[in-house]
């Protein structure tokens, strides 16, 4: 398994801020994952962050909103930009691990409101 | 288009019972399915894999590519099931998971 901490674990932030979450792993990494999970739907992948590459953005999400930074192979950041009520969601970091990279190990995920 | 449907957002049954929790897939090659719970207060996790073809805390989940369904089931709910469980389907080749909206398992005592 894989230990993965996220902060904030919660926050409640005004509309046309912006808010960074960070994700650490307790070992390194190739590839990890930003989701987004809104009220009632299922997790939605947002974009994959590489070392040392630029993210890779899913359809629908584009790298102006949600920024990534990938600084090394234990951390990541995603940047909620501009944010409005509609942003409102669970967001959640997540890598693989196994041999064979089928199962994804996740974090506990940053709920955040947007007022 | 690929997607994951799990028909039923809440399902309660009563200690002892069998459970099955639906999940239907729509994906146009061999998929790859899992079954992710989240207890109470606690991160997502994988609970089963349908390659491993395991049982898993007494769940199974066969694959049935005929009615492209891969039901999570148990012969005897017990309490601590209680969770939100999730279906997903892994794009083969890729790292993309595809996640169904989840089903709220009840077992009432």
């Known amino acids: 398994s894989a230990v993965i901490s996220q902060k904030p674990s919660r926050d409640i932030c005004q509309r046309g801020t912006s808010l960074t979450i960070q994700c650490q792993v307790d070992s390194q990494v190739t590839m990890m994952f930003w989701y987004r999970q809104q009220p009632g739907q299922s997790l939605t992948l947002i974009a994959t962050a590489n070392q040392g590459s630029e993210a890779t953005y899913e359809s629908g999400f584009v790298i102006d909103k949600f920024p990534i930074s990938r600084p090394n192979l234990t951390f990541s950041t995603l940047t909620v930009s501009n944010m409005s009520p509609e942003d409102s969601s669970i967001y959640l970091c997540?890598?693989?691990?196994?041999?064979?990279?089928?199962?994804?190990?996740f974090g506990p995920g940053t709920r955040l409101l947007v007022l | 288009a690929q997607r994951v449907t799990q028909p039923e957002k809440l399902l309660s049954v009563f200690k002892g019972a069998p459970v099955e929790l639906k999940c239907n897939y729509s994906y146009s090659g061999s998929p790859e399915l899992f079954w992710y719970v989240q207890y109470s207060r606690q991160r997502l996790q994988l609970l089963l894999r349908h390659i491993s073809r395991e049982s898993i805390k007494g769940f199974t989940a066969d694959l049935n590519k005929g009615e492209t369904s891969f039901h999570l089931k148990k012969p005897f709910a017990q309490e601590e099931d209680s969770a939100m469980y999730y279906c997903?389907?892994?794009?083969?080749?890729?790292?993309?998971?595809?996640f169904g909206t989840g089903t709220r398992l009840k077992v009432l005592a």
């Open positions: 997540s890598l693989n691990r196994d041999t064979n990279q089928e199962t994804q190990y």
């Open positions: 997903a389907l892994k794009v083969p080749g890729t790292y993309k998971y595809i």
